[in-house]
């Protein structure tokens, strides 16, 4: 059994999909409770994939689909490869966890739950996680874009289940964009074939390196670098290709936004990293003009989501351009071009997970109770909804990059990129948003104390005879869920080093960002 871990863990949600549709034409009741099955069996195999991954000699394990290995060559792989090393571990085990948790918190806040349809919303939650999973350890550049498309068209319904009308048109923007990114990728992918004759990535990797391909088509395979990276930054919603995520995840369900915003565009970035890794190598990669161009975009990017989230009324929105600015992180740490920037993104793949949980469930609580979108909907907030605002200000405390939460650790890795490669200007738009986030929250955490209008009620004695206001906290289920993600927060910060080892172990001999 636990050589088919990697296996299990794409196929568990894919059977528990169909297990919930199929079983609910019997017995709606019962989605909630398989679901929860699925997931924790998922959690439980991607833990045991990354511990497996950590005792292996080569920090790696090869799973063939079907033993299909090798060609009469005995070189060119014909079937579909599983590939987990200690970074795809990580993310597997990201993925899971923070669908477990929106798992958790769907119980009382499923879609559908006054019209009986909430199978839907979880046969469509379950799709989502077999797609996300799947791409974070195919070993197929193809199969990257039909597990991307699982996960693409499954966010489409969940984004368009809910009652608002915005939601749909958001749904049917997210489509237009989206589609568009996966015609970019696929062109990409197609180009990539032509010139190498394979769709595996170590093999496209190892034709690129060995063979005359660059040499006899240069401009090929530069099409297909450009465009598969087009492809994946519309996904990523990276600036100024973010056009749709803002509508999408204000006016989706809470239940949907909470998994769609920590997961969707993180994952699109390991894919990125993966690419550049796997695919075309760094050295291929971190030449020419690219690295100017796509570290001053990530620039622009986050100067770009700080200031248009100081402008926003809306909470949802402003966290939504708060992603926007923190795609920009990861993209301009990528494409630094040194060991830390690397480590860096990559470690912020897996902080921002879950900071923007917390936040989402956060929001998502807070809205379910006030039925208030706005920032100044918080008035009082804090003392009716005391845990659920201890989660938001342990997540707030990240985004500005408090110690010991992780949002600290990833900032510090990132800015230590930046000085190593000379890029001042990345590192002054770190700390810009990071002063930005101190603005954005600390706001929040004034009006969700002293009210909308605090300047008069600071220290003042007439408060004195008013009733102390009445606790009315979320449900359980969202508690546990909402400090769940917040202890995540912290203890990604604490074990920081931990996690940073596995990154490392990964990088190890990589060209470039392989360190000493």
């Not at 863990?9 to 079983?23: G, Y």
């Not at 379910?368 to 918080?378: V, Y």
């Not at 954005?440 to 206001?469: C, M, S, T, V």
Request: charged residues 10%.
């Amino acid at each position: 059994m636990v050589e088919q871990l990697p296996v299990i863990v794409v196929l568990t949600p894919m059977f528990a999909a169909l297990a919930v549709a199929l079983v609910s034409l019997w017995r709606p009741s019962l989605a909630f409770p398989i679901t929860m099955l699925g997931l924790v069996i998922t959690v439980s195999a991607t833990i045991a994939t990354l511990g497996q991954v950590m005792a292996a000699e080569s920090h790696r394990i090869v799973y063939y689909l079907g033993n299909w290995k090798y060609a009469d060559d005995g070189v060119s792989p014909i079937g579909i490869q599983l590939v987990v090393d200690g970074l795809s571990g990580l993310v597997l085990v990201v993925i899971a966890t923070v669908s477990l948790l929106v798992g958790i918190y769907s119980l009382r806040n499923a879609p559908g739950v006054t019209s009986g349809k909430r199978h839907h919303y979880y046969t469509l939650f379950l799709l989502l996680n077999s797609g996300l999973l799947g791409m974070t350890i195919t070993g197929d550049a193809f199969n990257v874009f039909v597990l991307l498309e699982v996960a693409s068209l499954t966010s489409y319904g969940l984004i368009a289940m809910g009652r608002s009308r915005r939601g749909s048109a958001a749904a049917f923007n997210y489509v237009i964009m989206g589609t568009i990114g996966a015609s970019f990728y696929l062109l990409g992918v197609g180009y990539l074939y032509a010139a190498t004759g394979s769709l595996n990535m170590e093999q496209i990797h190892s034709i690129l390196q060995n063979s005359d391909a660059l040499q006899t088509s240069p401009k090929t395979v530069t099409v297909a670098f450009i465009m598969i990276m087009l492809g994946l930054m519309v996904k990523m919603a990276f600036f100024p290709l973010h056009g749709w995520i803002t509508n999408a995840y204000s006016y989706s369900p809470s239940a949907s936004s909470s998994v769609l915003a920590p997961l969707v565009t993180k994952v699109s970035v390991y894919v990125m990293i993966r690419m550049i890794l796997t695919v075309f190598g760094p050295e291929y990669a971190f030449t020419g003009v690219w690295i100017e161009i796509v570290v001053w975009l990530a620039v622009i990017a986050i100067i770009a989501g700080s200031v248009f989230a100081l402008a926003q009324r809306e909470f949802k929105r402003m966290l939504c351009y708060l992603i926007v600015a923190e795609v920009g992180y990861m993209v301009g740490g990528i494409w630094l071009a040194n060991h830390w920037g690397m480590v860096g993104a990559t470690y912020h793949i897996i902080s921002d997970a879950f900071m923007t949980l917390t936040l989402f469930l956060a929001a998502s609580i807070i809205w379910n109770k006030t039925k208030n979108q706005r920032i100044t909907g918080l008035d009082g907030i804090l003392k009716k909804m005391p845990i659920t605002m201890v989660g938001l200000i342990v997540a707030a405390l990240a985004m500005i990059g408090v110690p010991p939460t992780c949002g600290f650790f990833s900032k510090w890795y990132l800015i230590r990129g930046g000085i190593e490669s000379g890029r001042w200007e990345y590192v002054v738009a770190l700390l810009v948003s990071s002063l930005v986030n101190a603005i954005l929250f600390f706001r929040i955490i004034e009006i969700a104390y002293f009210g909308k209008k605090p300047a008069e009620g600071h220290g003042h004695d007439d408060d004195h005879g008013e009733e102390p206001a009445k606790i009315d906290e979320a449900p359980v289920s969202s508690l546990i869920a909402l400090l769940a993600a917040a202890s995540g927060v912290i203890l990604i910060g604490v074990f920081n080093r931990q996690i940073i080892g596995i990154i490392t172990w990964v990088l190890e001999g990589a060209p470039i960002v392989g360190g000493s």
